[in-house]
């Protein structure tokens, strides 16, 4: 549940709107006996297990149980430690060879699944499977480079799952990895490796296991720097690392800025200083292209007929449709690396998007229109996209709303509102997880006269609370239950901030006046 109120229309009914586009994609479908619940995306009916994680970024605030989908595919975990991409709608199976992020999204499942329901014997008990799985990636020769040690997959478009193979007549789906693949190493799945990686960390450190988290972290070190130093061109992540000689004539993939860039900032795999030079490249090419918004699913796209489906011309579906997924991740990572304006105008956009029309798509063309089954390789295109809406709803929440929970429940949380950036004066938040009933409260008032802001958390409690401020911040006080707290302002990785350690139970207003 999350209740919202600032007097703006648009910002106390982005998540209601959201709300609504998701739910119309509810499914169940009944596998042996087992009801799997979940969401289906507005390309395909089925339940698949990369579409619902990314999902949970929203569906955690609406759901009663979320563990069931992600319980369902890691129970049926293949012997290898791989897992199934989809459940179709009768009750079938299937991993799609070329694809290679199953297993680090699994981790990301659970992980999303824990801080909701807060369940750290559910949780502990799927580290066996999900340690298993990041074996199998780190590995198995479709999924592992020996000689980089970093992960592969198949050429495809970044994270998508058909592939360019020689001659193609026709659309490779759903494929077979042999002779023909050729590999090569993609951006976005080394950044969900290692961000799989800090999660696993942070999962055993709660269960004060931290030697074991220790060396999750040093893994994903070692792996960030290695990435950093192969796949970096100075401004972006070029699109992949080609691992044999074959190249799509008239693509120069050094300059494809492909949807991954956006999920890699999210993931921490950059620097600080990296990440805002991705920013720049979309807001640059937002003002470059002819197209109504810089979503792009690559830049530039292949040419037609690579792929063997005339259909995947440019400017089609994931060879350069505008993906709303692509601008909610994008989105969040503007408010988190200095570019809150952006991020805002990002935001609006959307939303006057899903407001005029009450539809919400995939993916859009160039020019605007929404997508169509007949112009897709997908079998449908339902205007109830939940992939897209959800990465906009995260933006809005931990962006602009500006709450990021590190702990079950919230007992662990960073607090950044951005409603100045958004021109709004006043806010009252409620952010629930339905799943444990934990909630996360705030008020927030801006004074533009006297440059004070004053917030006021009500703890339930919380364990360890961030709060960051503006780069101008003059002074700060904070009071717990009335009584007077020391404050420390400090230079965080990302701006000034303070912690507050100690456990907070009740009202704590902080009040901060800029220069």
């Not at 199998?136 to 592992?144: A, I, K, L, Q």
Request: charged residues 25%; hydrophobic residues 35%.
């Amino acid at each position: 549940m999350i209740k919202v109120e600032t007097g703006y229309r648009e910002w106390d009914g982005f998540w209601p709107m959201i709300e609504g586009i998701i739910g119309k994609n509810a499914t169940v479908i009944e596998k042996d006996g087992t009801a799997v619940s979940g969401f289906r995306t507005p390309d395909c009916p089925w339940l698949w297990l990369r579409d619902n994680v990314h999902m949970m970024l929203a569906t955690v605030y609406m759901l009663d149980e979320t563990r069931n989908l992600v319980d369902f595919f890691i129970a049926n975990q293949n012997d290898d430690g791989s897992y199934f991409d989809f459940l179709d709608n009768d009750g079938r199976l299937l991993r799609v060879p070329t694809e290679a992020d199953l297993e680090y999204l699994a981790v990301v499942g659970v992980y999303r699944a824990w801080l909701a329901n807060g369940d750290s014997e559910w949780m502990r008990d799927h580290l066996p499977a999900l340690e298993k799985g990041l074996q199998y990636m780190t590995s198995h020769p479709w999924r592992w480079d020996e000689e980089h040690s970093l992960p592969k997959r198949a050429y495809t478009i970044d994270t998508w799952d058909f592939d360019i193979r020689d001659d193609l007549t026709e659309l490779h789906w759903p494929g077979k990895v042999d002779e023909k693949t050729h590999f090569g190493i993609m951006h976005g799945d080394v950044s969900g490796l290692y961000y799989a990686w800090r999660l696993m960390g942070e999962m055993l450190d709660s269960l004060d296991r931290r030697d074991e988290g220790k060396e999750y972290r040093s893994r994903a070190n070692d792996l960030r720097d290695r990435a950093n130093d192969l796949l970096w061109n100075g401004n972006f992540y070029r699109h992949r690392f080609p691992l044999d000689d074959f190249r799509v004539e008239g693509v120069d993939e050094e300059t494809q800025l492909s949807l991954s860039n956006t999920y890699d900032m999210n993931r921490g795999l950059p620097t600080p200083e990296m990440s805002r030079s991705i920013i720049r490249q979309y807001y640059n090419r937002m003002n470059d292209r002819k197209a109504f918004a810089e979503w792009f699913s690559i830049d530039p796209p292949f040419p037609e007929g690579v792929f063997g489906d005339k259909r995947l011309k440019p400017g089609v579906y994931v060879n350069g449709g505008i993906m709303p997924l692509v601008g909610g991740e994008l989105a969040r990572a503007a408010f988190r690396y200095g570019y809150p304006h952006y991020g805002v105008n990002i935001l609006q956009r959307y939303f006057t998007m899903l407001d005029s029309t009450g539809e919400a798509y995939l993916w859009y063309f160039p020019d605007g229109r929404p997508a169509t089954k007949e112009e897709s390789t997908s079998p449908e295109a339902y205007p109830t996209d939940a992939w897209g809406s959800s990465a906009m709803a995260a933006a809005f929440i931990q962006g602009l709303v500006g709450v990021r929970s590190g702990l079950p429940g919230f007992k662990a949380a960073w607090l950044e509102p951005h409603w100045r950036d958004a021109g709004v004066e006043s806010a009252e938040v409620t952010l629930e997880y339905p799943s444990s009933g934990k909630k996360f409260q705030y008020t927030y008032k801006w004074d533009p006269e006297s440059c004070v802001t004053e917030l006021v958390i009500y703890g339930k409690p919380i364990e360890w609370l961030h709060v960051g401020f503006p780069g101008n911040v003059d002074t700060v006080e904070a009071e717990l239950n009335g009584k007077s707290v020391d404050v420390k302002v400090e230079d965080w990785e990302l701006g000034l901030g303070t912690a507050f350690c100690d456990e907070i139970d009740g009202e704590l207003r902080i009040r901060y006046t800029e220069k």
